[in-house]
């Protein structure tokens, strides 16, 4: 990062930017890490709890951490069962792979779903289970018709895969974040549930999408068999994800979990961390919202980009750069030297993602660095010169 002296922003502006903050302060002591949501350093209250944990051996089913964290977790989702996993990548193949016991299975899942494009394959490569894709909408949803349409007909198994799930994401990573209601949940429910098949949904952000909709967790996932729950993103806590369902579902879940090498020990340190976030962060969601929103707004005024503010719901701004003189991957590497960390979409956009530990003056901040590192790239300056477009790294995986 650039010393005071090598900052192109100057402290009248920056204080005009946030409210009267000192900018050599800020560069010197502030990272503003809009990168991913996974990047939340856990809080104090977090690292206490773990600190403090009560544990036992949890592949031996005596961890008492481990229980009440998933016993709440149940609670919430309003199932009869959850089990903690190390990551949500896991926990969605687990998920798949305890409603598709059957190589050459088959799940119906939208084109741009987290499963099908960020996690390496893994229902095909160690579960031997199908992926049919069928277009995600804008907003996140796939339209019902097309669900029904790809449901494969018995009398079709001697040449076809056996449909046997439909995945669903909410809140929706690739769509901008965007948030399942509860009713359309329900409709593509009603359809598994017709046609003698499981509904899985990929419940990364599931609280993101519950504070954004005012609707409780349990009612967004009423017509779900399992959902996932990441609480390592927006929620803050160090690692670790939830599957929840019911207690047969799980059983089959744990043995599952032991099988892919996510059998962990004394793992209440863990949920320890899991649970206080839980509690704390959930009401913090709100404001990472509000955040984004007015991050949103302030990118829709500069000139170099375009960004539907309307279609920003939850924690997540996708913005497009208009004029081709500016790399998504310069655009990171300039706003890197100034403290604000950030990741290309594609080659021609980008995703910012808030979270609890980004305040009201970094998205100012934010917003200032990102105006003046685009004009920076189009003036040429030579400070600049050694840098180069790079390859797009993506960042949707997160």
Known sequence: MLNCSEIWVTSSDYCSAVGGLELSKMVANKVVDLRSDTVTKPSESMRAAMAAAEVDDDVLGADPTAHRFEEEMARITGKEAAL??????????ISVLVHCDTRGSEVILGDKSHIHVYENGGISTIGGVHPKTVKNNPDGTIDIDKIVAAIRHPDGALYYPTTRLICLENTHANCGGKCLSAEYTDKVGEVAKSHGLKLHIDGARIFNASVALGVPVHQLVKAADSVSVCISKGLGAPVGSVIVGSNAFVEKAKILRKTLGGGMRQVGILCAA????????VSKLADDHRRAKVLADGLKKIKHFTVDSTSVETNMVFFDIVDSR???????????????????????SMRLVLHYQISDSDVQYALACIEKAAEEILTGSKKFEHLTNGTTRNSYGH
Do not use: W, Y
């Not at 996993?85 to 926990?91: E, I, K, N, R, Y």
């Open 84 to 93: 903690f996993v190390p990551s949500g990548t896991m926990a969605n193949l």
């Open 274 to 281: 899991a649970h206080v976030a839980v509690r704390e962060t």
């Open 326 to 348: 500016i790399s998504p991957d310069k655009l990171c590497q300039v706003l890197e030297q100034r403290g604000v960390l950030a990741m290309p979409a594609s080659s021609k």
